[in-house]
């Protein structure tokens, strides 16, 4: 008989957390050269599952072979030296130190002399980083980079040891799709290697998408292993979900959950005003279209930065301040302030909260008031300008009301000194003084305003001025003018012209 033995072979394997049965009697094996999904309901004990594999809890009873080989316990640094490289379900980085450090912890490269061959250790983690497709600053401390930098360096680090089986505990949910479609590339790249993964998800597409073989947890019991071939997708997620109930029901709450989803994501992204959804530890994870195009059209990918990353580059001030009413979970508005492309924006910030209160994140608001604050500084500027103009005119009146009076007197002289030298400079002062006349005129029809408020007037006053203004023209033509105040309503005047 052509048996080929499974790498890793559980045969009635119990796990317990003290007094809690996390696994009761699982059987499960992975071949050579296969991707076997691992699904389950929520706590149904894949991660248990998995954590055995890597060393990170051992079993009360049952038998596991490795390679042919009954191993009682594997300790983490051993898994890892017998070439299994784990991703767990929660990140399991050290924050403080930089990408090398992460990845050559308790794995450093030393000399024959015992010196740490920190060239080679760099190297080595550019490489692993360039084989996933990651550009990322080496020497920063990983806190400095975003969630799913983190978690690529997490990756690298279970390469680093070239392993023959990779387990990936439910990545899809922490990273970015662009990320994923680099992950997708690794698994494929390092099945045709005839290297085995194990890949737990809720995500049946993904399941679907490259796994062989798929075994069901459910309650710390293995359902069932069934080839990816003789299973829909309406199947497995029967079997693995018990609330399953039956195929129309299940597309109908799924129709209706789908349209649900989508009405929720259509709602935020469209809402007029910019909105970005940040996860507790700061980092974008909804962006809609508002906010996008605030943003530089190009830079599609805000999801999974940092929010002080994301601001940076846009908003020249208050990024500080910003940042901390987020840490701090607090309210804060921001108004009017100078944004990129001499835009400028209004900032809301709103701390989020679950059902129980807990703060789960934070909204950020941006609205583009660019269009309003230029026209109120429009409005402003125009004020100033109508009021520069009616001092002008106010100027001009009172220059003309003087430059009337020398007139008359210059009338009054002219016959006095008819054939004289005298008659001679007082025409010439009667040009000079029709050309200021002029250009009072110019000015007055300059900053005339063209449409006035309707207001009330009282007209005899508004003809006093007017008589005054034109009396020693009509005087000099021989109009005599003659006018009566005729009080008709008490309130008003009325007066007569002749
Ligand atoms: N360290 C622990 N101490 C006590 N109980 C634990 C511990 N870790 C897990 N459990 C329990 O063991 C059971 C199986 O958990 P496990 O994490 O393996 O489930 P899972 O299938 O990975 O679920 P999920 O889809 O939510 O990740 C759960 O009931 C869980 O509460
Ligand atoms: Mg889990």
Redesign the pocket.
């Known amino acids: 008989m052509n048996h080929i033995e499974p790498l890793i072979s559980l045969k009635k394997v119990h796990v317990t ?2 007094s ?1 049965k ?1 696994l009761n009697g699982i059987d499960f094996d992975l071949n050579r050269g296969e991707i076997h999904g691992l699904v ?1 309901e ?7 599952m998995v954590k055995l594999l890597s060393g990170a809890v051992t079993k009360d009873s049952g038998s596991f072979i490795y390679k042919g080989k009954e191993v009682e316990s594997f300790s983490p640094k051993s898994a890892m030296k017998n070439g299994i490289g784990i991703i767990y ?1 929660d990140l399991n980085i050290i924050p403080s130190i930089n990408a090398v450090e992460n990845i050559f912890s308790g794995q450093r490269i030393v000399s024959t002399f015992g010196f740490l061959k920190s060239k080679e250790m760099k190297k080595k983690t550019k490489s692993l980083l360039a084989s996933l497709n990651m550009d990322i600053n080496i020497d920063l401390p990983l806190s400095c980079l975003t969630k799913q930098e983190q978690q690529m360096v997490e990756i690298a680090k279970a390469l680093s040891l070239d392993p023959e089986i990779l387990i990936f505990d ?1 990545i899809s949910s922490r990273l970015t799709p662009t990320e994923m479609e680099k992950i997708y590339k690794l698994l494929f790249d390092f099945k045709k290697k005839g290297k085995s993964i194990i890949y737990i998800s809720h995500n049946m597409d993904e399941i679907f998408r490259f796994a062989d073989r798929v075994t069901i ?1 459910q309650d710390g019991h293995r359902i069932g292993t069934e080839g990816i071939k003789d299973l829909d997708k309406i199947k497995l997620m029967k079997l693995t979900y018990s609330f399953v109930l039956s195929r129309e029901e299940l597309e109908k709450d799924n129709m209706e959950l789908y349209l649900l989803k989508k009405y929720n994501e259509n709602i935020i992204k469209n809402i007029p005003i910019g909105v970005l959804i940040l996860d507790k530890d700061k980092q974008v994870s909804q962006v809609n279209l508002s906010a996008h195009k605030l943003f530089n059209p190009g830079e599609n990918d805000l999801a999974g930065k940092g929010i002080s990353n994301v601001l940076n580059g846009h908003l020249k001030d208050n990024i500080h301040e910003i940042t901390k009413a987020i840490e701090q979970m607090s309210e804060g508005i921001w108004e009017d302030l100078q944004w990129s492309e001499n835009r400028i924006v209004t900032i809301k910030v709103f701390p989020l909260h679950d059902n129980s209160r807990i703060f789960i994140g934070s909204i950020l608001l941006l609205e583009d008031v660019s269009q309003e604050y230029y026209f109120n500084d429009y409005l402003l500027r125009s004020e100033k300008i109508a009021s520069v103009a009616e001092l002008a005119a106010g100027v001009a009146h009172e220059i003309n009301t003087p430059l009337s009076v020398i007139h008359n007197y210059i009338d009054l002289l002219k016959p006095k000194y008819i054939d004289s030298d005298t008659s001679e400079k007082l025409y010439r002062i009667e040009n000079q003084l029709s050309m200021i006349s002029d250009i009072i005129g110019g000015l007055l029809s300059f900053t005339k305003i063209q449409s006035l408020p309707s207001k009330q007037l009282d007209i005899t006053e508004l003809v006093d001025d007017v008589v005054l203004l034109i009396q020693h023209k009509i005087i000099n033509k021989n109009i005599h003018l003659k006018w009566e105040k005729i009080y008709r309503i008490s309130m008003f005047r009325e007066m007569k012209i002749a």
């Open positions: 957390y003290e809690f996390a389950g929520h706590r149904a004990g894949k991660s248990t379900q439910e947890l």
